[in-house]
Nanobody
Framework: QVQLVESGGGLVQPGGSLRLSCAAS????????MGWYRQAPGKQRELVAD????????KYADSVKGRFTISEDNAKNTVYLQMYLLKPEDTAVYYC??????????WGQGTQVTVSS
């Protein structure tokens, strides 16, 4: 059973930065793509960024372009989300998602990011 474990969330002031990590229980090479989603209270879960594993293209939500960067480290079986210039509206639970070549999705348990002064 594939497991995804997110870490790196926390409380940060506006303008600050955080790096989220999503560690997979096995090689991330088994996935076609991995990504980060977020869900704020009372809102639907939305895509933040995703990347095709193995150096493929990344895409970002308009709201985070230029501030967030998604990256992969195959040696560590981990995908990262580096977040800069955080805003209060970035506050949400952030989830890691992986999708296999057979289109089977896997989700992590989520990590809370709170941007507040």
């Amino acid at each position: 059973q594939v497991q995804l474990v997110e870490s790196g969330g926390g409380l940060v002031q506006p303008g600050g930065s955080l790096r989220l990590s999503c560690a997979a229980s096995g090689s991330i090479a088994m996935f076609y793509a991995m990504g980060w989603y977020r869900q704020a209270p009372g809102k639907q879960r939305e895509l933040v960024a995703d990347i095709v594993i193995g150096g493929g293209p990344a895409k970002y939500a308009d709201s985070v372009k230029g501030r967030f960067t998604i990256s992969e480290d195959n040696a560590k079986n981990t995908v990262y989300l580096q977040m800069y210039l955080l805003k209060p509206e970035d506050t949400a639970v952030y989830y890691c998602k992986a999708i296999t070549f057979a289109a089977n999705p896997y989700w992590g348990q989520g990590t809370q990011v709170t941007v507040s002064s």
